[in-house]
């Protein structure tokens, strides 16, 4: 059973233009979600997170948005750069659990097309 | 860099086998994570180790161990081998409290 779903695991994106990766989760437990990149032979690098008090997150060029009712987060991504070129792996856990493990989708292949 | 060393990058052993990977969390860090990355799949969670004594259990085989050593290293032990063992193995750290991880560059293992 996936409890955290990247229904898309590819998307082109045009430089420039808005990337938006989708990731939904069944856990209602999960009360935060971290975004992660990762590279082809490197490990996945953290992007950012939201938590379940917030609707939305903001750092530079990426905003993660959190729908709980729809079980639903997005990480958008403007203006879209070459070096956008990724993995992007969705992964959510519940703080209550105590070990701060993640669940992570299976990623969504990102090419941003110069 | 995250500041997670792990060893070996790569490895390739035959099967019925046994390997350890070393990980080496951040500086100060007192959780240890490890991940299975195979072809298609997204990370799994494999265990958590804690100040040395294991916290949670994931999908981890009775084939495999772990353990978290004094000096906060970590050890993943995978027995005897078999071709869908074949894996990127990533080691992950926090300091426990914090709930962003983050994570070494992998151990790629290939089982022939």
Redesign the interface.
């Known amino acids: 059973d996936q409890q955290v779903k990247q229904n898309s695991p590819s998307l082109s994106v045009q430089e420039g233009r808005i990337s938006i990766l989708n990731c939904d989760y069944t856990n209602s437990m999960f009360d935060y979600f971290l975004w992660y990149k990762k590279y082809p032979a490197e490990g996945p690098t953290f992007l950012i997170s939201i938590s379940s008090i917030k609707d939305k997150n903001e750092d530079g060029r990426f905003t993660v948005f959190l729908n709980k009712s729809a079980k639903h987060l997005s990480l958008h991504i403007v203006p879209s750069q070459p070096g956008d070129s990724a993995v992007y792996f969705c992964a959510a856990g519940n703080s209550g659990a105590g070990s701060y493990q993640l669940t992570f989708g299976k990623g969504t292949k990102l090419s941003v097309i110069p | 860099d ?1 500041g ?1 060393t792990q060893t070996p990058k790569h490895l390739i052993t035959a099967t019925g086998q046994r390997v350890t990977l070393r990980c080496s969390p951040r500086s100060g860090d007192l ?1 240890v ?1 490890w ?1 299975q990355q195979s072809l ?6 494999l265990i ?1 180790y ?1 100040n040395g004594e294991e ?2 259990k ?1 999908n981890i085989l009775e084939r495999f161990s772990a353990q978290q050593f004094p000096d906060l290293h970590s050890e993943l032990n995978l027995s005897s081998l078999e071709l869908g063992d074949s894996a990127l193995y ?1 080691c ?1 750290s ?1 300091r ?1 409290g ?9 151990s790629w293992l290939t089982v022939v």
């Open positions: 995250s997670v959780s994570y991940y298609d799949q997204g990370l799994q969670f958590q804690y916290r949670a994931g990533f992950a926090t426990g914090g709930n962003t991880i983050y994570f070494g560059e992998g």
